[in-house]
T-cell receptor
Framework: GENVEQHPSTLSVQEGDSAVIKCTYSDSASNYFPWYKQELGKRPQLIIDIRSNVGEKKDQRIAVTLNKTAKHFSLHITETQPEDSAVYFCAIGNEKLTFGTGTRLTIIP | DAGVIQSPRHEVTEMGQEVTLRCKPISGHDYLFWYRQTMMRGLELLIYFNNNVPIDDSGMPEDRFSAKMPNASFSTLKIQPSEPRDSAVYFC??????????FGPGTRLTVL
């Protein structure tokens, strides 16, 4: 079945610095790679996604890069702000999603 | 649209009791997913439906768990009998072919 490894499990960065979270996967059939943000006590919410025919996608301070050959994709958050503190999940799939184990990101003011 | 609706939001029950969780997907969405989230196991897909038909229930832990989708606007996840290890947050999510997957607010289940 699908397997997604997500690193690091925890990440602390100074406000204003960049944060990078990486996921590797084994299922080469996956074509959809979303990232979800989950604040404490809330539901996961999509922040950005990418499909396999695209190598990079950017939305303001957030970007995702995909390397299908190496089977890894990464989330990049620039100019981090305190409200970026949350748990971030990567996922892979087509019809259904398999989620990574999550990264707890803490922004230090 | 109100988004995905789940009820109850919190449920506390005793071991051995039956628990029923409910979900109303976003109108027009033909996929519905049930997830369970725990610290130890993360976010696990239990079962999903397409056009009210169960497609993949390989994530359902055991026979104590069952899910139904009698129509396009309603689904239930039932646990009978419940056990303390079933304590978790259960999320329902829905999407269509043209949209992202939206999660409901979740049901926090505590089995004593």
């Amino acid at each position: 079945g699908e397997n997604v490894e997500q690193h690091p499990s925890t990440l602390s960065v100074q406000e204003g610095d960049s944060a990078v979270i990486k996921c590797t996967y084994s299922d080469s059939a996956s074509n959809y790679f979303p990232w979800y943000k989950q604040e404490l006590g809330k539901r996961p919410q999509l922040i950005i996604d990418i499909r396999s025919n695209v190598g990079e996608k950017k939305d303001q301070r957030i970007a995702v890069t995909l390397n299908k050959t190496a089977k890894h994709f990464s989330l990049h958050i620039t100019e981090t702000q305190p409200e970026d503190s949350a748990v971030y999940f990567c996922a892979i799939g087509n019809e259904k999603l398999t989620f990574g184990t999550g990264t707890r990101l803490t922004i230090i003011p | 649209d109100a988004g995905v609706i789940q009820s109850p939001r919190h449920e506390v029950t005793e071991m051995g009791q039956e628990v029923t969780l409910r979900c109303k997907p976003i109108s027009g969405h033909d996929y519905l997913f049930w997830y369970r989230q725990t610290m130890m196991r993360g976010l696990e897909l239990l079962i999903y439906f397409n056009n009210n038909v169960p497609i993949d229930d390989s994530g359902m832990p055991e026979d104590r768990f069952s899910a139904k989708m009698p129509n396009a606007s309603f689904s239930t996840l039932k646990i009978q009998p419940s056990e303390p290890r079933d304590s978790a947050v259960y999320f329902c999510a829905s999407r269509s072919d043209r949209t992202e997957q939206f999660f409901g607010p979740g049901t926090r289940l505590t089995v004593l």
